[in-house]
């Protein structure tokens, strides 16, 4: 994951970076296909205030926090992220049920063999029906009842 810290009327430090980066190292073991972070801090009057825009395969999260402590606000923008991203994860996750939880589930409505339908005797099986067209010499073969 890519990580780009911008900080308006203010150098970046270390430190500060390093806790960035911590904190955000944290978000990738709940959502791993994180592609890049983008957190920018800023001074409006006495508050800090912090934004994180996430880009994750395909979507895009984003939050903002206003404080007096700029970890405060970072912190707070940070739950906030990870929250949408559970969210995320949540549905990605109910979407992509295989075959087989479906089936199970009953949203999956599953054939049942052909010899089975004929025993039960509830389907006549299909017999070729031909038609012509007048612009064609030749019949056409088609299945219906």
């Known amino acids: 994951m890519q990580i780009t810290i911008t900080r308006k009327n203010a150098n970046v430090s270390e430190s500060l970076k390093e806790y960035v980066e911590s ?5 990738i073991k709940h959502y791993g296909k994180i592609i ?6 800023d001074n409006e009057g006495n508050n800090q205030v912090v934004e994180i ?6 979507h895009s999260i984003f939050s903002k926090h206003e404080s007096t402590n700029l970890r405060a606000a970072f912190d707070t923008c940070v739950i906030k992220i990870d929250k949408q991203l559970r969210k ?11 075959s087989e939880e479906a089936a199970l589930s009953g949203k999956l409505i599953t054939p049942r063999p052909v010899d089975e339908v004929e025993e039960q005797g509830s389907v006549e099986p299909l017999e070729p029906v031909l038609t012509f067209d ?3 010499d030749e019949p056409e073969e088609k299945t219906g009842t």
Do not use: F, P
């Open 23 to 27: 904190k955000l190292s944290i978000l």
């Open 36 to 41: 890049d972070a983008h957190v920018v801090m």
């Open 53 to 58: 825009t996430l880009r994750v395969s395909g």
């Open 88 to 98: 995320l994860k949540g549905k990605i996750q109910r979407k992509a049920l295989t």
């Open 134 to 136: 007048q612009d064609e």
